[in-house]
């Protein structure tokens, strides 16, 4: 059942985006290359724990950290380990999220180490503008299918893939709520979009093939064909004056090192 939320429940729900957020950026900050994801991991907690709020994703089905942190041909559900430690070049998705005062908010980056690759910079850029059209497409009246459609058309177009298997999701008191939020679909199908609906949007991009594989730990989910992954994720309140991103901070333009601006 699809939850709808009032209009002071969406209110409600910001300082948790915000936080989620703000994690998310204070992460990014710290990408570089040598720097280990364990430590990437310990910075997100360290920054939602201080606001009085809890990890999302640790504990989650049994999800060890949290966040997410998903290297080049990872795509999501990637686990932060000493072990790892990233390199220039690399594309590195962090999926943050923070649940305070009973709400969740859940989104992700996909930043750059260093300098990528041209193509890979082009997948990022192609990506980000794909969860750009997807906001959009997020009003009343709408279907899920306009989300979908605005994300495999664009991502097609460039020539990129378009990832089945995983989607975005309803956020509220849990983290997924129904209804699911395809990547791709038609114009006019599925779920009609209504005033209080709260929907993470977050397309996974991906350079060839969109086959996955999870891997032996059970969670990181790579691409069969070893090809890179873009993920870029915001949750948003669907308003009847239109879409809403409750994922924001007030932190204003961010730079460095990212896939675009924050």
Known sequence: MIKIKTPSEIESMKPAGALSKMALRRVGAQIRPGVSTLELDRVAEGIIRMHGAVPAFKGYGGFPASICCSINEEIVHGIPSADIRLKDGDIVSIDTGAVLNGWVGDNAWTFYCGTPSREDKELCEVTRDCLKLAIKQAIPGNHLGDIGH??????????????????????????????????????????????GMVIAIEPMIVRGDYATRTMPNRWTVVTRDGSTAAHYE????????????????DQGPWCAMEGGSL
């Open 150 to 195: 605005a994300v495999q058309e664009h991502a097609e177009r460039h020539g990129f893939g378009v990832i089945r298997e995983y989607v975005g999701h309803g956020v509220g008191h849990e983290m997924h709520e129904e209804p699911n939020v395809p990547n791709y679909g038609r114009h006019g199908r599925g779920v009609r979009l209504q005033p």
């Open 234 to 249: 915001n949750t948003i309140a669907i308003t009847k004056d239109g879409p809403v991103i409750l994922t924001e901070d």
